[in-house]
T-cell receptor, first 114, second 111 residues
Framework: DSGVTQTPKHLITATGQRVTLRCSPRSGDLSVYWYQQSLDQGLQFLIQYYNGEERAKGNILERFSAQQFPDLHSELNLSSLELGDSALYFC?????????????FGPGTRLTVL | QQQVKQSPQSLIVQKGGISIINCAYENTAFDYFPWYQQFPGKGPALLIAIRPDVSEKKEGRFTISFNKSAKQFSLHIMDSQPGDSATYFCAASRVDNDMRFGAGTRLTVKP
């Protein structure tokens, strides 16, 4: 158990809908990262927040947004969902903001868009 | 845009054998190279990582070999065990925190 929690575990929704995925980092970690894992694209870095501020951006679509709250939990919002958004979404956390900090991954949220 | 190429896609080795997974990168701005291990139904977990100022790093049965001039790095698993059966991802990261992953290698260690 990495200490990172993600809810929900599974999510099934329809095209065009909006969903919110939630992540609680390990105690003491200030950075939160979001990743997408799909059969087509593999593992892709989406976005990083550090202590409430956006720190780095990867291949995140404009339909997707994230934020980190004062209690350090983070939410990933996915809107106007398409079939191709079906994937596993992982959250990871680390102590610092640097790219060499060990990241601890949560168990993921499996999103299915029908 | 695939910036990290990983091979093989799948690998089967006998218990006690050596598993070797190779990766190549394109962008010379990458300067942190982690390997992740992922079991079914779980998130990836950091296995071992290397910076380009060293050519080899060993942790237990796991070794990373790094060739900066060739822009290649590899993971060697010595004395492979059935419990090592998992998917392994190489990755490359840089100062802007944009981490790129290889496509993954599914390792099966037969008893």
């Amino acid at each position: 158990d990495s200490g990172v929690t993600q809810t929900p575990k599974h999510l099934i929704t329809a095209t065009g809908q909006r969903v919110t995925l939630r992540c609680s980092p390990r105690s003491g970690d200030l950075s939160v990262y979001w990743y997408q894992q799909s059969l087509d694209q593999g593992l892709q870095f989406l976005i990083q927040y550090y202590n409430g501020e956006e720190r780095a951006k990867g291949n995140i679509l404009e339909r997707f947004s994230a934020q980190q709250f004062p209690d350090l939990h983070s939410e990933l919002n996915l809107s106007s969902l398409e079939l191709g958004d079906s994937a596993l979404y992982f959250c990871a956390s680390s102590v610092g903001q640097g790219y060499y900090n060990e990241q601890f991954f949560g168990p993921g949220t499996r999103l299915t868009v029908l | 845009q695939q910036q990290v190429k990983q091979s093989p896609q799948s690998l089967i080795v006998q218990k006690g054998g050596i598993s070797i997974i190779n990766c190549a990168y394109e962008n010379t701005a990458f300067d942190y190279f982690p390997w992740y291990q992922q079991f079914p139904g779980k998130g990836p977990a950091l296995l071992i990582a290397i910076r380009p100022d060293v050519s080899e790093k060993k942790e237990g049965r796991f070794t990373i070999s790094f060739n900066k001039s060739a822009k290649q790095f590899s993971l060697h698993i010595m004395d492979s065990q059935p419990g090592d059966s998992a998917t392994y991802f190489c990755a490359a990261s840089r100062v802007d925190n944009d981490m790129r992953f290889g496509a993954g290698t599914r390792l099966t260690v037969k008893p």
